[in-house]
């Protein structure tokens, strides 16, 4: 069985200051997403890494996949309140249409 | 544009009761559709998924089942519902013929059950 761990489970910082969350797994994925869900509503899709080493920017989030495609990174720079929400990886890695892995998510909190 | 729609998004049953969730999607053919159960600390668990009509894969033995009676529309359903079937489930589709690299999941907006 595949997992992700994502770390931290929960952080809560001021506005402006910078953050990162992290997304590691002992297993290879071929790709992996990042998804954003706010409370009542389904997470929406924020990235999909496909190489190993990519980074990929999101206006102040940026997104890397680990060299050996076991991890991944968000680092998000001068947050604001809108950035609150879940923030969940999922990997892909053994094919087929029900090869997706799901972390527990990390729960930020952007105060004003 | 493609877009998923789910109901109802809140539902209060009692035990025992039966079940039944509904999801459909426009603008697409022949997606992968997919249910999925959001819990408090145990992040998202997928239920079952379907690659076609009437074709259903169960990903964890419980108390529900899933119908895929027409292309666009995922049923999940319960013919007794226990407390333990409490949480935020989710409908999700992805374009059938491709990776999930460069087709993810579109998720619809849930629906909170709460067994009492």
């Known amino acids: 069985t595949q997992l992700l761990e994502q770390s931290p489970q929960f952080l809560s910082i001021q506005e402006g200051e910078n953050l990162t969350v992290y997304c590691n797994s002992s297993s290879v994925f071929s790709s992996l997403q990042w998804y954003r869900q706010e409370p009542g509503e389904g997470p929406v899709l924020l990235v999909t890494?496909?190489?190993?080493?990519e980074v990929k920017k999101l206006k102040r989030l940026t997104f890397q996949f680990g060299d050996a495609r076991k991890d991944s990174s968000l680092h998000i720079t001068a947050a604001q309140p809108g950035d609150t929400g879940l923030y969940l990886c999922?990997?892909?890695?053994?094919?087929?249409?029900?090869?997706?892995?799901f972390g527990k998510g990390t729960h930020l909190i952007i105060q004003p | 544009s493609q877009t998923i729609h789910q109901w109802p998004a809140t539902l209060v049953q009692p035990v025992g009761s039966p079940l039944s969730l509904e999801c459909t999607v426009e603008?697409?053919?022949?997606?992968?559709l997919y249910w999925y159960r959001q819990a408090a600390g145990r992040g998202l668990q997928l239920l079952f998924y379907?690659?076609?009509?009437?074709?259903i894969s169960s990903e964890v033995p419980q108390n529900l089942s899933a119908s895929r009676p027409q292309d666009r529309q995922f049923i999940l359903s319960s013919k007794k519902l226990l407390l333990s079937d409490s949480g935020f489930y989710l409908c999700?589709?992805?374009?059938?013929?491709?990776?999930?690299?460069?087709?993810?999941?579109?998720f619809g907006n849930g629906t909170r059950l709460t067994v009492t």
């Open positions: 999700a589709w992805t374009r059938g013929t491709a990776g999930f690299y460069n087709s993810p999941l579109h």
């Open positions: 999922a990997g892909a890695g053994r094919g087929g249409a029900d090869g997706l892995t």
């Open positions: 379907s690659v076609g009509i009437g074709q």
């Open positions: 603008g697409t053919s022949n997606p992968n």
């Open positions: 890494v496909v190489t190993g080493g």
